[in-house]
């Protein structure tokens, strides 16, 4: 069973527009959760991330919403550049109330910004 | 050279070969992850090093076989794979384990036939 679920595989935004992605984790022990972007033919590379302190990290054009009781976070891209093009990871992890500090990843989602 | 590097960028093995990938990474980062990505599947972590010693083992059938003879470099041994384990290999380091912040390698794409 999947611990954290990218539910929308792929997201078109028009450039200029505020691109939206979710992520639903189930794991109450995760406390730190981060957003990799990745090119096509090229390893993820890490975007940005949040504790689990904070319900919101902010980084230049990208922002990270954490809301802990919905167990939900969401990546703000503003405003959304033809470059964002990419798949979107969400990755958590219970990296201080776990035995585990490995990240979960979700499956992804699929950015396309249309100029 | 800087980052890191995984070769081969592609691989086609037969079910009765023996491979083996390679990452090399030039960073200075003391934890070394091997992840694989299969198709519509999220990546899942195989193993990790760090400072060379092996300190994760995800359930990991024994036809892979990591090895990490130092700190920069990291391998994974390959025998006698099914066409199930056809995936991206993905290497990552970082500056001390759990550090998030990964580095990935571009990956190996393999494909056992």
């Known amino acids: 069973d999947q611990q954290v679920k990218q539910n929308s595989p792929s997201l078109s935004v028009q450039e200029g527009r505020i691109s939206i992605l979710n992520c639903d984790y189930t794991?109450?022990?995760?406390?730190?959760f981060l957003w990799y972007k990745k090119y096509p033919a090229e390893g993820p590379t890490f975007l940005i991330s949040?504790?689990?302190?904070?319900d919101k990290n902010e980084d230049g054009r990208f922002t990270v919403f954490l809301n802990k009781s919905a167990k939900h976070l969401s990546l703000h891209i503003v405003p959304s550049q033809p470059g964002d093009s990419a798949v979107y990871f969400c990755?958590?992890?219970?990296?201080?109330?776990?035995?585990?500090?490995?990240?979960?990843f979700g499956k992804g989602t699929k950015l396309s910004v249309k100029p | 050279e800087t980052g890191v590097t995984q070769t081969p960028r592609h691989l086609v093995m037969g079910m009765t070969n023996k491979k083996s990938l390679k990452c090399e990474q030039h960073?200075?980062?003391?934890?070394m992850y091997w992840y694989k990505q299969s198709a519509k599947k999220p990546l899942e972590l195989m193993f990790v090093?760090?400072?060379?010693?092996?300190?994760e083992n995800n359930s990991v059938p024994s036809r892979f076989s990591p090895e990490c003879p130092n700190s920069s470099h990291l391998f994974l041994h390959l025998h006698t794979l099914q066409p199930e384990d056809s995936a991206l290999y993905l290497c990552?380091?970082?500056?001390?384990?759990?550090?998030?912040?990964?580095?990935f390698g571009s990956g190996t794409r393999l494909t056992v036939v």
């Open positions: 990552a380091s970082s500056q001390e384990i759990w550090d998030y912040g990964y580095t």
């Open positions: 794991n109450s022990m995760f406390d730190y």
């Open positions: 949040i504790s689990s302190i904070k």
């Open positions: 990755a958590a992890s219970a990296r201080y109330g776990g035995s585990q500090g490995n990240l979960i």
């Open positions: 960073l200075g980062h003391n934890a």
């Open positions: 090093y760090s400072l060379e010693e092996r300190v």
